[in-house]
T-cell receptor, first 112, second 117 residues
Framework: QKEVEQDPGPLSVPEGAIVSLNCTYS??????FMWYRQYSRKGPELLMY????GNKEDGRFTAQVDKSSKYISLFIRDSQPSDSATYLC????????????FGEGTQLTVNP | GAVVSQHPSWVICKSGTSVKIECRSL??????MFWYRQFPKQSLMLMAT?????????EQGVEKDKFLINHASLTLSTLTVTSAHPEDSSFYIC?????????????FGPGTRLTVL
């Protein structure tokens, strides 16, 4: 079983839709949760990180963590064509030089 | 956020040759750098963790004699693919860690696409 499971999609939505991206994990040691966005042939870009259960909002993006269920989500409101990319969840277990464990990534296309 | 560069952005080489990829943190000092490889439509696979001034820690299944990593300074790490073969063709991405209040944020380079003929 993979430590982090993420539906690879692809996911296609119309412009303006609310997008929900999800990951589940099995390792209770994970304490820090991140979402990265990766455009084709580019390196990943950190969107958000959080370390506690609950919601964290940044503009059109909301990250949600439920540690009791080992489930994290990223919501994108008012999705735009420029949001079309692969979204990767990542997790780490400690603060110092911590290695990240990535999900497979979900490929998102927002159609104008 | 902090900026990480990689050079070259793409390289084509013949089978049997060695290729060096550089990863630089441009505006911060990175005590830890990570090297990943990514195949098409797949996630990032961690190859090794590199700490300045010490030997890299390789992930299981990664040949340390084939993928040589040097972290000579707080702003530069290099990955050398020795005696490259077509199966080494991939997208190689580095990241550099910077201490935030809560976590070591990782900032990724733009990646290097290696094609071995």
């Amino acid at each position: 079983q993979k430590e982090v499971e993420q539906d690879p999609g692809p996911l296609s939505v119309p412009e303006g839709a609310i997008v929900s991206l999800n990951c589940t994990y099995s390792n209770s040691a994970f304490q820090y949760f991140m979402w990265y966005r990766q455009y084709s042939r580019k390196g990943p870009e950190l969107l958000m990180y959080t370390y506690s259960s609950g919601n964290k909002e940044d503009g059109r993006f909301t990250a949600q963590v439920d540690k009791s269920s080992k489930y994290i989500s990223l919501f994108i409101r008012d999705s735009q064509p420029s949001d079309s990319a692969t979204y990767l969840c990542a997790m780490s277990g400690k603060t110092s030089g911590s290695r990240l464990t990535f999900g497979e990534g979900t490929q998102l296309t927002v159609n104008p | 956020g902090a900026v990480v560069s990689q050079h070259p952005s793409w390289v084509i080489c013949k089978s049997g040759t060695s290729v060096k990829i550089e990863c630089r943190s441009l505006d911060f000092q990175a005590t830890t750098m990570f090297w990943y490889r990514q195949f098409p439509k797949q996630s990032l696979m961690l190859m090794a963790t590199s700490n300045e001034g010490s030997k890299a820690t390789y992930e299981q299944g990664v040949e340390k004699d084939k993928f040589l990593i040097n972290h000579a300074s707080l702003t530069l790490s290099t990955l050398t693919v020795t005696s490259a073969h077509p199966e080494d063709s991939s997208f190689y991405i580095c990241s550099a860690g910077e201490r935030d209040i809560y976590i070591d944020e990782q900032f990724f380079g733009p990646g290097t696409r290696l094609t071995v003929l």
